[in-house]
């Protein structure tokens, strides 16, 4: 694989990592279980889906075959796809949502820290601009953590079990392969094992704030940044897709 094939790839986990948590986010409209929740999810996700505009709109130009942001995200097949599993995870009740958040934003954030400084311009520049956003977001998902962690015993025992059935998917963030490691050489992508530490550091310092458990080391998921996901997200596709696909010549 060749730097260029390698940064195609790269832009496309980056993108489809916030265009699926965003898509994710907005199954909550009209069903969150507070106005300001509701509000607050909405535009978390209008931030992420903004963010997998730019690294998708980069990633067509790199692959220079005339597909634009729009093409990649609403014409693509399920296993065209480079999000983790993690994002892809059905929103349950809301403490599976602010965990799934949450153990994600520990990781966006530190992530394009990184990514602001790399020897790319055009992923330094949407880094930076991303990373004021998922500095929020994750300030917000964390006060969630510690307030239903925290909070009644029912509410401590449902993020509990959220984060204990979550923690198998984050082993994916962090494994690095051969496209990580040709761009890192390069200077352009992150350094995982870093970004590893600091979510590391990050996460158990909200749980023992939460007072929750820290899940023990285990087998981890892996295969979404290869294409291979779950089921979940077919039916995400199947709804995020579906007027693009119907009407493929209809124009706004």
Known sequence: MNQRQALYEYLLRLGDNALILGQRLTEWIGHAPALEEELGSANIALDLIGQARGWLAYAGA???????????????????????????????????????QYLFDAFHYPLLEALSGC???????????????AGYHRRRSAEWMIRLGDGTAESHAKLQRSVDTLWPYTGELFAMDEID????????????????????????????TATLQRPAAGWMQSGGKQGRHSEQLGYILAEMQFLPRAYPDAHW
């Open 62 to 100: 790199v692959e220079g075959t005339g597909r634009d942001e729009d093409a990649l995200a609403l014409q693509r097949d399920v296993l065209d796809f480079r999000n983790a599993l993690l994002v892809e995870q059905p929103n349950g009740h809301y403490g599976d949502t602010i965990a799934r």
């Open 119 to 133: 020897a790319d311009q055009y992923i330094a520049a949407i880094a930076a601009k991303s990373c004021k956003e």
């Open 181 to 208: 490691r040709t761009l890192q050489s390069a200077g352009v992508a992150a350094d995982l094992a870093g970004v590893g530490r600091t979510w590391d550091e990050d996460v158990a310092h909200t749980l023992k």
